[in-house]
Protein backbone atom coordinates (compact mmCIF):
# COMPACT_ATOMS: atom_id res chain seq x y z
CA UNK A 1 0.00 0.00 0.00
CA UNK A 2 0.91 3.48 -0.98
CA UNK A 3 2.50 5.38 2.26
CA UNK A 4 1.63 9.61 2.62
CA UNK A 5 5.29 9.97 2.06
CA UNK A 6 4.70 9.24 -1.51
CA UNK A 7 1.91 11.38 -1.71
CA UNK A 8 1.57 14.39 -3.14
CA UNK A 9 0.74 17.29 -0.55
CA UNK A 10 -1.66 20.01 -1.62
CA UNK A 11 -2.58 21.89 1.33
CA UNK A 12 -1.71 21.53 4.90
CA UNK A 13 -3.69 23.10 7.70
CA UNK A 14 -3.92 23.80 11.43
CA UNK A 15 -5.08 20.48 11.89
CA UNK A 16 -5.35 18.67 8.17
CA UNK A 17 -3.34 17.93 5.65
CA UNK A 18 -4.99 17.10 1.86
CA UNK A 19 -3.02 15.20 -0.37
CA UNK A 20 -3.82 14.42 -4.02
CA UNK A 21 -4.87 10.51 -5.16
CA UNK A 22 -5.53 12.26 -8.95
CA UNK A 23 -9.48 11.42 -9.27
CA UNK A 24 -9.57 12.06 -5.29
CA UNK A 25 -7.96 13.09 -2.33
CA UNK A 26 -6.79 12.30 0.53
CA UNK A 27 -7.80 14.43 3.64
CA UNK A 28 -5.81 13.18 7.13
CA UNK A 29 -7.03 14.44 10.36
CA UNK A 30 -3.40 14.99 12.69
CA UNK A 31 -3.70 15.05 16.71
CA UNK A 32 -2.53 18.97 16.19
CA UNK A 33 -4.53 21.73 18.41
CA UNK A 34 -4.86 24.76 18.05
CA UNK A 35 -6.12 27.74 20.22
CA UNK A 36 -6.32 31.52 19.23
CA UNK A 37 -5.91 30.19 15.44
CA UNK A 38 -2.14 29.31 17.44
CA UNK A 39 -1.00 25.40 16.30
CA UNK A 40 0.09 23.88 20.32
CA UNK A 41 3.91 21.80 20.03
CA UNK A 42 1.93 19.21 21.82
CA UNK A 43 -0.52 16.58 20.20
CA UNK A 44 -3.50 15.37 21.79
CA UNK A 45 -2.64 11.41 21.33
CA UNK A 46 -6.24 10.33 19.48
CA UNK A 47 -7.75 13.65 18.41
CA UNK A 48 -7.56 13.25 14.61
CA UNK A 49 -9.08 9.51 14.72
CA UNK A 50 -11.85 11.42 16.92
CA UNK A 51 -12.73 13.70 14.31
CA UNK A 52 -12.94 12.06 11.45
CA UNK A 53 -15.38 9.15 13.58
CA UNK A 54 -17.83 11.82 14.57
CA UNK A 55 -17.61 13.06 11.54
CA UNK A 56 -18.72 9.31 9.60
CA UNK A 57 -21.35 9.05 12.42
CA UNK A 58 -22.65 12.72 11.00
CA UNK A 59 -21.67 12.40 7.66
CA UNK A 60 -23.86 8.98 7.45
CA UNK A 61 -26.74 10.43 9.58
CA UNK A 62 -27.57 13.66 8.10
CA UNK A 63 -27.02 12.19 3.76
CA UNK A 64 -30.75 12.24 3.48
CA UNK A 65 -30.27 16.02 3.51
CA UNK A 66 -27.38 16.87 1.35
CA UNK A 67 -24.62 14.75 -0.30
CA UNK A 68 -21.03 14.72 1.16
CA UNK A 69 -17.92 14.08 0.20
CA UNK A 70 -16.44 10.76 1.76
CA UNK A 71 -15.73 8.20 -0.22
CA UNK A 72 -13.68 5.54 1.90
CA UNK A 73 -12.50 5.27 5.31
CA UNK A 74 -10.34 2.25 4.31
CA UNK A 75 -9.32 1.67 0.64
CA UNK A 76 -6.56 3.84 -0.36
CA UNK A 77 -6.02 4.85 2.74
CA UNK A 78 -2.33 4.23 3.89
CA UNK A 79 -2.31 2.32 7.32
CA UNK A 80 -0.13 4.53 9.47
CA UNK A 81 -3.14 7.13 9.03
CA UNK A 82 -6.13 4.62 9.29
CA UNK A 83 -9.00 6.07 11.41
CA UNK A 84 -7.74 9.70 10.83
CA UNK A 85 -7.36 9.64 7.19
CA UNK A 86 -10.44 9.55 4.66
CA UNK A 87 -10.73 9.51 0.91
CA UNK A 88 -12.62 12.00 -0.11
CA UNK A 89 -14.12 13.77 -3.70
CA UNK A 90 -12.30 17.16 -5.13
CA UNK A 91 -15.02 20.00 -3.98
CA UNK A 92 -14.97 24.08 -5.50
CA UNK A 93 -15.22 25.01 -1.65
CA UNK A 94 -16.94 27.86 -1.00
CA UNK A 95 -15.00 30.86 0.64
CA UNK A 96 -17.52 31.14 3.33
CA UNK A 97 -17.71 28.91 6.84
CA UNK A 98 -21.23 28.03 7.72
CA UNK A 99 -22.01 29.07 11.28
CA UNK A 100 -25.51 27.91 12.70
CA UNK A 101 -25.95 29.31 16.84
CA UNK A 102 -28.90 27.47 18.55
CA UNK A 103 -27.89 29.09 21.82
CA UNK A 104 -26.57 32.54 22.47
CA UNK A 105 -22.59 31.84 23.32
CA UNK A 106 -18.80 32.78 22.50
CA UNK A 107 -18.32 35.53 20.03
CA UNK A 108 -22.29 35.59 19.63
CA UNK A 109 -22.74 36.46 23.26
CA UNK A 110 -20.52 39.23 23.04
CA UNK A 111 -21.73 40.52 20.53
CA UNK A 112 -25.19 40.57 21.24
CA UNK A 113 -24.05 42.52 24.30
CA UNK A 114 -22.82 44.85 22.15
CA UNK A 115 -25.28 45.52 19.65
CA UNK A 116 -28.47 42.85 20.67
CA UNK A 117 -27.87 41.43 17.06
CA UNK A 118 -25.14 38.46 16.14
CA UNK A 119 -24.07 38.75 12.02
CA UNK A 120 -26.76 41.32 11.60
CA UNK A 121 -29.25 39.20 12.61
CA UNK A 122 -31.34 40.54 15.55
CA UNK A 123 -32.45 39.01 19.32
CA UNK A 124 -34.92 39.42 21.64
CA UNK A 125 -34.05 41.59 24.71
CA UNK A 126 -32.89 40.25 27.61
CA UNK A 127 -31.09 36.99 26.52
CA UNK A 128 -29.08 35.36 28.82
CA UNK A 129 -25.68 33.82 28.35
CA UNK A 130 -25.42 30.16 27.19
CA UNK A 131 -30.02 30.65 26.62
CA UNK A 132 -31.34 28.80 24.19
CA UNK A 133 -32.62 30.83 21.18
CA UNK A 134 -36.47 31.35 19.87
CA UNK A 135 -35.11 29.78 16.57
CA UNK A 136 -31.47 28.61 15.18
CA UNK A 137 -29.72 31.60 13.31
CA UNK A 138 -27.31 31.55 10.44
CA UNK A 139 -24.03 33.76 10.89
CA UNK A 140 -21.62 33.16 8.35
CA UNK A 141 -18.03 34.24 8.19
CA UNK A 142 -15.15 34.60 5.69
CA UNK A 143 -12.72 32.37 5.09
CA UNK A 144 -9.52 33.93 6.01
CA UNK A 145 -5.93 32.56 4.54
CA UNK A 146 -4.11 34.11 7.68
CA UNK A 147 -5.47 35.53 11.28
CA UNK A 148 -9.14 35.17 12.36
CA UNK A 149 -12.36 34.57 10.31
CA UNK A 150 -14.53 37.86 9.44
CA UNK A 151 -18.58 37.56 10.74
CA UNK A 152 -20.56 38.44 7.67
CA UNK A 153 -23.82 38.84 7.73
CA UNK A 154 -26.20 37.12 5.06
CA UNK A 155 -25.95 39.81 2.37
CA UNK A 156 -22.24 39.46 2.71
CA UNK A 157 -22.66 35.74 2.27
CA UNK A 158 -24.24 36.86 -0.70
CA UNK A 159 -21.60 38.87 -2.14
CA UNK A 160 -19.25 36.67 -0.91
CA UNK A 161 -20.77 33.52 -2.97
CA UNK A 162 -21.90 35.74 -5.89
CA UNK A 163 -25.15 33.97 -5.99
CA UNK A 164 -28.06 34.86 -3.79
CA UNK A 165 -29.66 31.45 -4.82
CA UNK A 166 -26.62 29.45 -3.63
CA UNK A 167 -26.38 31.89 0.01
CA UNK A 168 -30.46 30.96 0.48
CA UNK A 169 -29.32 27.14 0.15
CA UNK A 170 -26.35 27.00 2.06
CA UNK A 171 -28.43 28.83 4.42
CA UNK A 172 -31.34 26.91 4.65
CA UNK A 173 -29.31 23.21 4.75
CA UNK A 174 -27.20 24.80 7.44
CA UNK A 175 -29.95 25.24 9.88
CA UNK A 176 -31.74 21.84 8.72
CA UNK A 177 -28.28 20.08 9.89
CA UNK A 178 -27.87 22.14 12.77
CA UNK A 179 -31.72 21.18 14.19
CA UNK A 180 -31.21 17.12 13.08
CA UNK A 181 -28.32 16.65 14.59
CA UNK A 182 -29.40 18.89 17.58
CA UNK A 183 -32.49 16.95 17.93
CA UNK A 184 -30.10 13.63 18.09
CA UNK A 185 -27.76 15.06 20.16
CA UNK A 186 -30.66 15.78 22.74
CA UNK A 187 -31.52 12.49 23.10
CA UNK A 188 -28.37 11.56 24.12
CA UNK A 189 -28.12 13.68 26.67
CA UNK A 190 -25.47 16.74 25.04
CA UNK A 191 -26.60 19.69 23.85
CA UNK A 192 -25.63 21.44 20.25
CA UNK A 193 -25.27 24.55 21.11
CA UNK A 194 -23.39 26.27 17.08
CA UNK A 195 -21.71 24.77 14.95
CA UNK A 196 -20.19 25.32 11.35
CA UNK A 197 -20.15 23.63 8.36
CA UNK A 198 -18.37 24.42 5.36
CA UNK A 199 -19.50 22.87 1.61
CA UNK A 200 -18.49 22.94 -1.69
CA UNK A 201 -20.06 22.32 -5.47
CA UNK A 202 -19.14 19.39 -7.73
CA UNK A 203 -20.96 19.48 -10.82
CA UNK A 204 -23.31 21.96 -9.88
CA UNK A 205 -24.41 20.30 -6.59
CA UNK A 206 -24.03 21.52 -3.11
CA UNK A 207 -22.24 18.61 -1.10
CA UNK A 208 -20.97 18.87 2.22
CA UNK A 209 -17.16 18.69 2.92
CA UNK A 210 -14.80 18.75 5.45
CA UNK A 211 -15.37 17.91 8.84
CA UNK A 212 -18.91 18.15 10.22
CA UNK A 213 -20.66 18.66 14.10
CA UNK A 214 -17.02 17.27 15.68
CA UNK A 215 -15.78 19.11 19.07
CA UNK A 216 -13.59 21.21 17.03
CA UNK A 217 -16.05 22.43 15.12
CA UNK A 218 -18.79 22.75 17.30
CA UNK A 219 -19.99 23.33 20.84
CA UNK A 220 -21.19 20.44 22.66
CA UNK A 221 -22.28 21.12 26.42
CA UNK A 222 -23.64 17.75 28.58
CA UNK A 223 -27.42 18.77 29.42
CA UNK A 224 -26.80 17.50 32.65
CA UNK A 225 -26.03 20.79 35.08
CA UNK A 226 -27.29 23.02 32.12
CA UNK A 227 -27.61 26.58 33.43
CA UNK A 228 -28.53 29.60 31.80
CA UNK A 229 -26.34 32.60 33.18
CA UNK A 230 -23.01 31.28 32.31
CA UNK A 231 -20.69 29.90 30.28
CA UNK A 232 -20.93 25.69 30.34
CA UNK A 233 -18.62 22.55 30.21
CA UNK A 234 -17.48 21.64 26.88
CA UNK A 235 -16.76 18.13 25.62
CA UNK A 236 -14.19 20.41 22.94
CA UNK A 237 -11.09 22.44 23.28
CA UNK A 238 -12.18 24.92 25.67
CA UNK A 239 -10.58 22.90 28.09
CA UNK A 240 -7.58 23.87 26.37
CA UNK A 241 -8.68 27.15 25.72
CA UNK A 242 -9.14 27.99 29.20
CA UNK A 243 -5.49 26.56 30.29
CA UNK A 244 -4.47 28.78 27.47
CA UNK A 245 -5.91 32.23 28.65
CA UNK A 246 -4.92 31.66 32.17
CA UNK A 247 -1.46 30.98 31.16
CA UNK A 248 -0.07 34.03 30.57
CA UNK A 249 0.66 33.35 27.34
CA UNK A 250 -0.30 37.00 24.78
CA UNK A 251 -1.93 34.76 22.05
CA UNK A 252 0.60 35.51 19.88
CA UNK A 253 2.87 32.76 18.10
CA UNK A 254 4.53 30.72 19.23
CA UNK A 255 2.28 28.65 21.26
CA UNK A 256 3.15 27.27 24.67
CA UNK A 257 3.88 23.27 25.09
CA UNK A 258 0.62 22.08 26.90
CA UNK A 259 1.04 20.62 30.33
CA UNK A 260 0.72 16.35 30.77
CA UNK A 261 -2.70 17.15 32.80
CA UNK A 262 -4.33 18.81 30.10
CA UNK A 263 -3.05 16.83 27.06
CA UNK A 264 -4.71 13.94 29.06
CA UNK A 265 -7.58 16.17 30.25
CA UNK A 266 -8.38 16.79 26.64
CA UNK A 267 -7.40 13.42 25.65
CA UNK A 268 -10.37 12.14 28.07
CA UNK A 269 -12.90 15.15 26.73
CA UNK A 270 -12.64 13.91 23.16
CA UNK A 271 -13.34 10.46 23.42
CA UNK A 272 -15.66 11.05 26.13
CA UNK A 273 -17.51 13.26 22.77
CA UNK A 274 -17.06 10.27 20.71
CA UNK A 275 -18.85 7.95 23.14
CA UNK A 276 -21.53 10.16 24.06
CA UNK A 277 -22.58 11.09 20.18
CA UNK A 278 -22.03 7.64 18.65
CA UNK A 279 -23.27 5.29 21.39
CA UNK A 280 -20.44 3.36 21.05
CA UNK A 281 -16.75 3.63 22.83
CA UNK A 282 -13.95 5.29 20.61
CA UNK A 283 -12.44 1.62 20.13
CA UNK A 284 -14.97 0.50 18.27
CA UNK A 285 -14.06 3.27 15.19
CA UNK A 286 -10.30 2.21 15.66
CA UNK A 287 -11.80 -1.56 15.11
CA UNK A 288 -14.20 -0.47 11.82
CA UNK A 289 -11.02 1.15 10.41
CA UNK A 290 -7.96 -1.35 11.25
CA UNK A 291 -6.37 1.32 12.65
CA UNK A 292 -3.55 1.10 15.22
CA UNK A 293 -5.21 1.70 18.93
Known amino acids: MTAVSDLTLVHRGKVRELYDLGDALLMVASDRISTYDVVHPTPIPGKGAVLTG ?7 RLEAIVPHHVISYTERVPQEVRGRGVVVRKLEMLPIECIVRGHITGSGWKDYQAT ?3 SGVE ?3 GLQESEKLPEPIFTPSTK ?11 EGAVAALGDRALAERVRDVSI ?3 ARAAEYAAEQGVILADTKFEFGTLDGELVLGDE ?3 PDSSRYWPAEGFTVGQGQPSFDKQYVRDWASGSGWDKSP ?3 PLPEDVI ?3 GERYREAYAKITGEPFSAWLGKTGASA
Open 123 to 125: LPA
Open 116 to 118: GKV
Open 54 to 60: ISAFWFD
Open 212 to 214: VLT
Open 144 to 154: ATEGHDEAIDF
Open 264 to 266: AGT
Open 254 to 256: PAP
Open 176 to 178: ELY
